[in-house]
Each structure stands twice: as structure tokens, then as C-alpha cells.
């Protein structure tokens, strides 16, 4: 399998793990959101923002946009799930489509992300890597602070294998996806 396809098949399996965790907070009341909790970022609300902070930057980086210093320091964090979801979902799908035009050439492609004193580049197969690792790093301290709830923490790691199509029907059609046009080769 080419790189370029393996990196949309992990922007879709992002954004089912999101749908997912996203799911599962919502069956807890609003309060549990910003609730105290053992983590890096200390609360599921802290946590998932600084996902989202992080995603916007790294996003916007791809789609060569300016300004990223600023609009990460000017980042509002949202105080809600369902102020965040919806900000959230966007990223992931703004995402999908950059890696929907991502082929060999453009993993190659140097990425230019402003920093506070410099300008960092990385090609862009290696900034993708580095985003879906921290997307995961980061899901996964959300779904350990689930366990001291009473929602079930869900099931986030079954997306990239074809093989197991059977554990994702229901949220591949709540997307209207297909697993043909998500595994497709390239």
C-alpha cells in the first residue's frame, strides 16, 4: 500500500475514533466535561481542546495557511461538548480532504509551520505522522479519564484494517462512507 493512501485511511479512522469518543461524553452530564480529572490536561474538556488547538494548527499548516501563531494563542477553548464537537468534526473533515488530494509527490511536499521565533519545515508525510500520533496520544488519556465515569469508554483502535469492516457499519453509514472508497489503493 502506498503512503499516500495508508495517511487517508488514518484521516478517516481519526475522525470515526472522534465520532466515537465524542458519543460516549455525550451520555455523561454537562458537568463532567470540565470535571477534575488524573491527565496531562487535567479534565476531558481541557484535553479535547488542546486536541482541537492542535489539530487547527497542524491543519492549517497543510493547507499552507498564515498566521498560525496567532490563531493558536487566540484560540478559544469551547466550555461544552456541543460547542467543541462541531468545531472538532470540521477539523477532521478539513482533513479528510486535504489527504483525499495527498498522493506520492505531496507526502514529499516541505510543510512550512510557523513557530514564535522561526519558521519550522518538515514534508508532509512526517507532519501527518506526527498529528496522528498526537491525535491518538492525546484520545487515549481521554478515554483512560472515561473509566472514572459512568460512561462506557468506546472501542477506538479497529479503523485502519479492512478486515474488520464488521465493527464500523453503523458509524461508516452515519458518515456515508463506504469501505471501498476508504481503503481504496490510491
Known amino acids: 500500500m502506498e503512503l499516500a493512501s495508508q495517511l487517508r485511511i488514518q ?3 481519526n475522525r470515526l475514533a472522534n465520532r466515537r469518543l465524542h458519543a460516549a461524553i455525550a451520555t455523561l452530564p454537562e458537568a463532567e466535561f470540565g470535571a477534575a480529572r488524573s ?3 487535567p479534565s476531558i474538556g481541557l484535553t479535547l481542546n488542546h486536541i482541537l488547538a492542535v489539530d487547527e ?3 492549517g499548516a497543510l493547507h499552507g495557511s ?4 496567532a490563531a493558536y494563542r487566540a484560540f478559544v477553548p469551547a466550555d461544552s461538548l456541543s460547542r467543541l464537537a462541531p468545531r472538532q468534526t470540521a477539523s477532521d473533515e478539513r482533513l479528510i480532504a486535504w489527504c483525499d488530494r495527498l498522493d506520492a509527490a505531496g507526502c514529499e511536499r516541505a510543510v512550512r509551520m510557523e513557530r514564535a521565533d522561526h519558521v519550522q519545515t518538515d514534508l508532509a508525510a512526517h507532519v501527518l505522522a506526527h498529528l496522528f ?3 491518538t496520544h492525546h484520545r487515549g488519556q ?3 479519564m472515561l473509566s472514572s ?3 462506557q469508554p468506546p472501542q477506538l483502535d479497529e479503523f485502519l484494517m479492512p478486515s474488520e469492516a464488521c465493527l464500523r457499519v453503523d458509524d461508516m ?3 456515508g462512507w463506504d469501505e471501498a472508497a476508504m481503503f481504496r489503493s490510491g
Open 66 to 69: 498564515t498566521g498560525l501563531v
Open 173 to 175: 453509514a452515519a458518515l
Open 133 to 135: 500520533m498526537h491525535q
Open 11 to 13: 484521516a478517516r479512522a
Open 39 to 41: 491527565g496531562f490536561f
Open 57 to 59: 494548527y497542524y491543519v
Open 142 to 144: 481521554v478515554h483512560a
Open 149 to 151: 465515569t459512568a460512561a
